[in-house]
């Protein structure tokens, strides 16, 4: 499976913008770029997902390199609320069924 | 809807017990999903369901670990014995498809403590 590597934390100040970023240099061209947080004692979260062109939802805006090699999660304004891991995944859509494979995340701060 | 409800929230068991934790996965979706959270080894997919029908369990532990899915709407995972290095929380997850739409939702966890 096609790896990532995420900073092991970052921290923010509420109502900045975050910034996460994500590698991916040995991307496949069916690899999804999948993004789940997990807060504190809950279970992981969807927040995003992208292929080739930029993503914006309510919780989160992905922009997706050129050579997709790397991209970024966007939280346009943090909260206290968005602190939390948050997982990059490479997820390939081939065969019968992908299956989502955690890595070991990036630990968001955000400081009041 | 009330998303993916497992039970027990908190299992505390001695050695050599079994243990059963419950999922009911969100009405309509087809795909059942069991991980396993460590500190040391993070989040792990144990097993998963596709039309309750096992697929893949070669994330399993061992032995001692079996899963069932009897019907569209309930999901059991079973350790027996149990041993206090299967303390983990355990996650169950559900998607509609394979998730790439939608992703995956999960649950809250069940945190098992083996002693």
């Known amino acids: 499976d096609a790896k990532t590597t995420q900073p092991n934390s970052m921290e923010s100040n509420e109502e900045e913008p975050v910034h996460l970023p994500c590698n991916h240099s040995?991307?496949?061209?069916?690899?999804?770029i999948h993004w789940y947080r997990q807060l504190p004692s809950q279970g992981p979260e969807y927040v995003i997902h992208?292929?080739?062109s930029n993503v914006n939802n309510r919780m989160a805006s992905l922009a997706i390199a050129e050579d997709r090699k790397s991209s970024t999660l966007i939280l346009h304004r943090a909260t206290l609320r968005d602190a939390a891991v948050y997982y990059c995944?490479?997820?390939?859509?081939?065969?019968?069924?992908?299956?989502?494979?955690f890595g070991k995340g990036t630990k968001l701060s955000v400081k009041p | 809807d009330a998303g993916v409800i497992q039970s027990p929230r908190h299992e505390v068991t001695e050695m050599g017990q079994e243990v059963t934790l419950r999922c009911k996965p969100i009405?309509?979706?087809?795909?059942l999903f069991w991980y396993r959270q460590t500190m040391m080894r993070g989040l792990e997919l144990l097993i998963y369901?596709?039309?309750?029908?096992?697929?893949?369990d070669s994330g399993m532990p061992e032995d001692r670990f079996s899963a069932k899915m009897p019907n569209a709407s309930f999901s059991t995972l079973k350790i027996q014995p149990s041993e206090p290095r299967d303390s983990a929380v355990y996650f169950c997850?559900?998607?509609f498809g394979p998730g790439r739409a939608y992703g995956y939702t999960f649950g809250s966890g069940t945190r098992l403590t083996v002693v």
């Open positions: 997850a559900s998607s």
């Open positions: 040995t991307i496949s061209g069916t690899d999804y």
């Open positions: 992208g292929l080739t």
């Open positions: 995944i490479l997820w390939n859509y081939g065969g019968s069924q992908g299956n989502l494979i």
């Open positions: 009405s309509g979706h087809n795909s």
């Open positions: 369901f596709n039309n309750n029908v096992p697929i893949d």
